[in-house]
């Protein structure tokens, strides 16, 4: 049970997921078995090492190297320095993207967050029946391509015959044009992450549930807590960690959105006005459509640099929304 | 013995015998997971009954909702746009094996050597890897796209393929997942019986990480089969395309034409259904191991 497991590493909550190992002066690696010879340690991990300073790392220095250059596929080198930094600040289709990204974000990731806790703590419940079948269920739309799903998902949000609008009609309101809009188009993006990852991270949740002591409930029970107390006061608290580590890695993802608005608008404009082109969406235009390799070098430095930022308030947040239980 | 112990703590199970009088299943928890298993399945539904009555019959209102009798007219007239569409299902096939069987050798074997053994540096490599895995994953596409136009991969599947052949996501969980199910008395043990290191990972470490191993395996064959925008971007001619860029290609010929569209999506879609009938299970307890211990 993952409950051993915890109770093994002498911790009471889930492991930190991002921390290492704690440090100790003596040893590199306070777990090894120190009897196997060590050094074969460097042979074991070269390949991975050798593999992805050429294709991750090098790439990625690379590109900020030519984010400083004027540099095109057709062989334009010209070094510019902060010229395409100034550029892009300036640049309205930026800041745009910027407005088009955050808000799918949030539309999103909030959502998927307040279900994916919900869905696991009913998945939680001992006396559920069938547990593994509905455990496997939630895992059916992350499988899936983002293409095949944005297919299904534009028609079903189609003006005229989409079965939204068509639902939307029979309540007696107007057609949306959820496309041409920009919250509207912004909101069936939103969808299609919401239903791809809100199973997966659901699954995420209740292994994190599973690993909180039984007593701590039972002594809420004996309390007199009911089960939503026992749901906010103790359910809540022990997933801190696991809700810092799927906002975070949501973040990484969903600050780098593009293949849903890709497909829904079949180009790399993000819809006829730009209404739901996304900064990755942006960097694809500028690198593939419009061959300004150091300007969309540029964009990819002030992605990493929101990515951080956002991860880093999001981290805040989850802290003082979750209680600081030092 | 201790390798059954080790299966057990990454089982996790609800208590089954013991159903404590504080909490009790109710209706609404069942009405929401019927609700959540049929949205989650409708649009494959969905895809399929487009597909089956073609685009005729669902733009009426109110729509079909079972499925039609256009089914292999549609799929023929998939063929019929892209007569290579069975090359691109076997090219991905081909590209997600061999990236799957790459990435768990190298992630298992990094893996290990970061879990047990002890070698200067070894703190730093770790976290150098945590650290890799927050970049955004975009942000070397152009350098990479001119790597491999200089290596001669464009419109080869090596272009996939090479890249791909280990990320930073597989090295570190393969490291928390040795850590956390292979026990160090059992290494110790065959170290003083006179194995090697490598004896030791290969007749103790790799029987134990088995699971964990094809789980990695499926979820990097699921990503590679999935990949659309890198595909796209250095595949050309429709004998080396993958099966997204496939898809992709229908969608471009025609201006919408949703039968076909969803024809193309329902057969690049129905093996990996197949697949997870198998492996579902497998599957979700790998998300759950990687969660806990992750």
């Known amino acids: 049970?993952?409950?051993?497991?915890?109770?093994?590493?002498?911790?009471?909550?889930?492991?930190?997921?991002?921390?290492?190992?704690?440090?100790?002066?003596?040893?590199?690696?306070?777990?090894?078995?120190?009897?196997?010879?060590?050094?074969?340690?460097?042979?074991?991990?070269a390949p991975f090492f050798v593999m992805f300073l050429i294709f991750g790392l090098a790439p990625i220095i690379y590109s900020v190297y030519i984010a400083f250059f004027n540099w095109d596929a057709l062989g334009t080198q010209e070094f510019i320095g902060l010229g395409n930094f100034n550029e892009l600040v300036a640049d309205d289709r930026f800041w745009n993207a910027l407005?088009?990204?955050?808000?799918?974000?949030?539309?999103?990731?909030?959502?998927?967050?307040?279900?994916?806790?919900?869905?696991?703590?009913?998945?939680?419940?001992?006396?559920?029946?069938?547990?593994?079948?509905?455990?496997?269920?939630?895992?059916?739309?992350n499988i899936t391509s983002v293409l095949a799903i944005a297919i299904v998902f534009g028609q079903l949000f189609g003006r005229d015959f989409g079965m939204i609008n068509i639902i939307i009609g029979a309540l007696g309101f107007e057609h949306v044009d959820f496309i041409q809009g920009t919250t509207s188009s912004h909101i069936a993006i939103a969808s299609m992450i919401v239903w791809r990852w809100t199973g997966y991270n659901a699954l995420i949740f209740l292994a994190a549930m599973l690993a909180i002591p039984g007593e701590l409930y039972e002594s809420a029970a004996l309390d007199g807590a009911n089960k939503w107390k026992q749901f906010l006061y103790v359910t809540l608290p022990s997933l801190r960690n696991?809700?810092?580590?799927?906002?975070?890695?949501?973040?990484?993802?969903?600050?780098?959105?593009f293949a849903e608005?890709?497909?829904?608008?079949?180009?790399?404009?993000?819809?006829?006005?730009?209404?739901?082109?996304?900064l990755t969406l942006f960097l694809f235009d500028q690198a593939f459509v419009a061959y300004k390799w150091g300007y969309a070098a540029a964009v990819g430095i002030m992605i990493t640099f929101i990515v951080a930022i956002v991860s880093i308030i999001n981290f805040f947040i989850t802290r003082r929304l979750t209680g600081d239980n030092k | 013995m201790s390798t059954a112990l080790a299966k057990e703590q990454t089982t996790p199970r609800p208590p089954k015998n013991k159903t404590p009088k504080w909490q009790k299943m109710s209706f609404m928890g069942y009405f929401a997971l019927i609700l959540v298993t049929f949205l989650s399945v409708f649009p494959f539904y969905w895809m399929f009954i487009v597909?089956?009555?073609?685009?005729?019959?669902?733009?009426?209102?109110?729509?079909?909702?079972?499925?039609?009798?256009?089914?292999?007219?549609?799929?023929?007239?998939?063929?019929?746009?892209?007569?290579?569409?069975?090359?691109?299902?076997?090219?991905?096939?081909?590209?997600?094996?061999?990236?799957a069987l790459a990435q768990v050798f190298f992630s298992a074997i990094?893996?290990?050597?970061?879990?047990?053994?002890?070698?200067?540096?070894?703190?730093?490599?770790?976290?150098?890897?945590?650290?890799?895995?927050?970049?955004?994953?975009?942000?070397?596409?152009?350098?990479?796209?001119?790597?491999?136009g200089w290596a001669g991969w464009i419109d080869t599947l090596l272009a996939l393929i090479i890249p791909a052949l280990v990320t930073a996501f597989g090295v570190f969980w393969m490291r928390q997942v040795i850590d956390a199910q292979v026990p160090n008395e059992l290494l110790e043990s065959a170290s003083i019986d006179g194995a090697g290191?490598?004896?030791?990972?290969?007749?103790?470490?790799?029987?134990?990480i088995r699971q964990s191993s094809f789980v990695l395996g499926l979820f990097s064959f699921l990503a590679t089969w999935n990949d659309f925008l890198w595909?796209?971007?250095?595949?050309?001619?429709?004998?080396?395309?993958?099966?997204?860029?496939?898809?992709?290609?229908?969608?471009?010929?025609?201006?919408?034409?949703?039968?076909?569209?969803?024809?193309?999506?329902?057969?690049?879609?129905?093996?990996?259904?197949?697949?997870?009938?198998?492996?579902?299970?497998?599957?979700?307890?790998?998300?759950?191991?990687?969660?806990?211990?992750?």
């Not at chain 1, 608005?261 to 082109?277: E, K, M, R, T, V």
């Not at chain 2, 471009?252 to 039968?259: L, M, T």
């Open chain 1, 1 to 45: 049970m993952s409950q051993a497991t915890v109770a093994k590493t002498g911790k009471s909550k889930p492991p930190s997921p991002w921390k290492p190992a704690k440090p100790n002066k003596k040893l590199n690696n306070p777990n090894a078995v120190l009897s196997l010879n060590g050094r074969w340690g460097y042979l074991f991990t």
């Open chain 2, 197 to 208: 290191v490598f004896r030791a990972y290969w007749s103790i470490v790799l029987p134990i």
């Open chain 1, 242 to 257: 696991t809700i810092t580590f799927v906002l975070i890695v949501g973040t990484i993802g969903g600050l780098q959105v």
């Open chain 2, 110 to 148: 990094a893996g290990f050597a970061f879990a047990k053994l002890n070698f200067r540096g070894q703190r730093y490599m770790v976290l150098f890897v945590i650290l890799t895995m927050m970049l955004p994953s975009q942000l070397g596409i152009i350098p990479l796209f001119m790597l491999v």
């Open chain 1, 261 to 278: 608005p890709l497909i829904l608008g079949g180009s790399y404009n993000g819809g006829d006005s730009g209404q739901f082109s996304t």
């Open chain 1, 99 to 141: 407005v088009n990204t955050l808000d799918i974000w949030l539309l999103s990731t909030i959502p998927m967050l307040i279900f994916s806790i919900g869905l696991a703590a009913i998945l939680h419940n001992p006396s559920l029946r069938g547990s593994t079948f509905w455990r496997t269920i939630l895992l059916v739309p």
């Open chain 2, 231 to 294: 595909p796209l971007l250095v595949l050309n001619t429709p004998e080396n395309f993958t099966a997204q860029v496939a898809v992709n290609q229908l969608k471009s010929s025609y201006a919408i034409d949703y039968a076909l569209n969803m024809g193309g999506a329902f057969l690049s879609t129905a093996p990996l259904l197949v697949l997870f009938i198998f492996v579902g299970r497998r599957l979700v307890r790998g998300v759950m191991d990687g969660a806990v211990k992750g």
């Open chain 2, 51 to 99: 597909a089956s009555n073609g685009t005729d019959e669902i733009s009426k209102i109110p729509p079909t909702l079972v499925p039609g009798p256009r089914f292999f007219t549609v799929i023929s007239h998939v063929y019929e746009v892209l007569p290579q569409f069975n090359q691109a299902l076997l090219n991905t096939v081909y590209v997600g094996t061999i990236v």
